[in-house]
Structures are given as structure tokens and as C-alpha cells.
């Protein structure tokens, strides 16, 4: 049987989760391939997840489009987070996406901090930050001549090269089955020339990760966790006082059985 506080952390969750779905308008669900995956690290959402658990946790993946079509998009990305000391833990995220003949590589080196709230009802507080960088270039020796131009791009030279650099930050408040994640990410304004006056100086968008984990029959070894995922971004040109805002929203359902978990993804358009 379940306790009256954990039935009210449940309505309360049902609630916000009904909310959601209410208000979510009709748009082009792009997120990350990263995110298409909540169930499998929390570590690629939020950085406050680094070190969460005793062991080390190592992830892989890689997405190819277009199967059989030269220069079709290609992204390999590596995670990798463990504890150290007793409450802290860091992390590291290694990416290579490739596109046609634009490349982009980058790495994510995370810390975080958590703090037991209450060591008996099971609550804790994590805060942890993210340093990015982020590397682009076009390959311009690949670059050929047709018909339709016969002139290569005079103003594309030098590969185009530029690297950023960029922070993310986030809390994480866990109790019991809920756990409830605030992220902002890109907290810095883009350093861009003068002259590309449709550029975007800022990218900060902000994340909100939750879920409510409810256990199965007892002894089954069964858990069923319910999880979603909003992310709002505002991209401002100063020079050209254009803003522009956007929200996504992810919702997946997970059964655990043991180490082996399905996951359903229910996607608000």
C-alpha cells in the first residue's frame, strides 16, 4: 500500500503532467538525439546527474541519415560520468557530427554537488554546472564546380573555422519516485562580427526534466516511470531586434524489469 504522502506526490505529478499536454501547441518536434533517448542517461540532459550513482556509467551512440547517400548527416557522441569523493561526482560528453561538408566537434566537462536534504524520507538537492566547447569548420577542399556553379563561393575560405565556448547550469531536487530538473543552457551571449547582422547573439534556452517513478507489484522487481521533457529557447539578434521563442516537449513511459527496461515515447506536437 502506498502512503498518503506518496498518493499526493502522485496527484500532484498527474496534475502537472495533464497540464502539459494542455497547454503543448502544434509545432516541429527537432530535438537532439540525445533526447530521443531520456531513459537511458539523465546525464546527456542535465549535468546535475553527474556522479549520481556508485558506479561509473558509459554511453555510446551513433546516428547515420540516409543510409547509402555520400556526405548523408553522421553523429558519434561518447558520455562517461562516476562519483568522486562522497557527494560529488564529474562527467564528460565527446561529440563528432559531420554534414555534407560541414564538420562540428565539441566536448562537455560537468561537476556536481549533491546535498541530502533529509537522509530518512530520501531527498536530496543537486546543483551542477557544464563548461562546452564546440568546434565548426566547412571543408572547402572538397568543394567542386558544376554546371548550375561553375564558381566556388568566393567568400567561403579558410574552412570557416571558429570555435565557442559556453556554460550550462542546473538543480536537481529528488524525493522519493520524483525527481524534478532545471536546467539553462548557452548562459553566455555569442561573441559574433559586426557585419553578420542575422546572426544570433544569444542562445540560452532553458529545460525542465521531471518524472515520477512508481513501484510495481511486490517482489516483481517491475518499476514504471513516467518522464517528460520541455525546452524553451528565445534567440535575439540585438542588431536587428528580431527575437524569436519556441518551446518542445518530450513525454516517455518506462517499465524497468530488473536492468532491462522498454520505453514509450509519447511526443507532443
Not at 506518496?6 to 503532467?17: A, G, R, S, T, V
Not at 562580427?193 to 534556452?205: K, S, V, Y
Not at 519556441?246 to 515515447?265: A, D, Q
Request: glycine share 6%.
Amino acid at each position: 500500500m502506498f502512503s498518503s504522502k506518496e498518493i499526493q506526490m502522485k496527484k500532484i505529478f498527474i496534475y502537472l503532467f495533464l497540464t502539459v499536454i494542455a497547454n503543448a501547441y502544434s509545432q516541429e518536434l527537432n530535438l537532439p538525439v540525445f533526447t530521443q533517448h531520456l531513459a537511458e542517461n539523465d546525464f546527456v540532459i542535465s549535468p546535475t546527474y553527474a556522479g549520481i550513482g556508485d558506479n561509473l556509467r558509459l554511453r555510446a551512440n551513433g546516428l547515420t541519415q540516409w543510409v547509402g547517400i555520400k556526405d548523408a548527416p553522421d553523429n558519434q557522441s561518447l558520455y562517461a560520468d562516476f562519483r568522486i569523493a562522497d557527494r560529488s561526482g564529474v562527467g564528460v560528453s565527446l561529440y563528432n557530427d559531420r554534414n555534407g561538408y560541414t564538420i562540428q566537434t565539441g566536448a562537455k566537462f560537468s561537476f556536481a554537488h549533491h546535498l541530502i536534504l533529509d537522509y530518512y524520507s530520501k531527498q536530496y538537492l543537486s546543483f551542477g554546472i557544464s563548461f562546452n566547447i564546440n568546434n565548426f569548420r566547412i571543408d572547402v577542399d572538397k568543394f567542386n564546380t558544376t554546371i548550375e556553379n561553375p564558381v566556388i563561393d568566393p567568400f567561403v575560405t579558410d574552412d570557416r573555422k571558429t570555435s565557442n565556448q559556453n556554460f550550462d547550469v542546473g538543480a536537481l531536487y529528488r524525493n522519493h519516485g520524483f525527481f524534478l530538473s532545471f536546467n539553462a543552457n548557452n548562459v553566455l551571449a555569442k561573441q559574433i562580427e559586426d557585419f553578420r547582422a542575422l546572426e544570433p547573439n544569444l542562445l540560452l534556452n532553458y529545460q525542465i526534466y521531471s518524472g515520477y517513478t512508481f513501484e510495481g507489484p511486490k517482489k516483481s522487481g517491475i518499476e514504471f516511470e513516467l518522464q517528460f521533457f520541455i525546452k524553451c529557447s528565445q534567440v535575439i539578434n540585438v542588431l536587428q531586434l528580431i527575437s524569436t521563442s519556441k518551446c518542445v516537449s518530450l513525454v516517455e513511459m518506462k517499465t524497468i524489469i530488473g536492468p532491462v527496461f522498454h520505453t514509450v515515447f509519447l511526443t507532443i506536437n
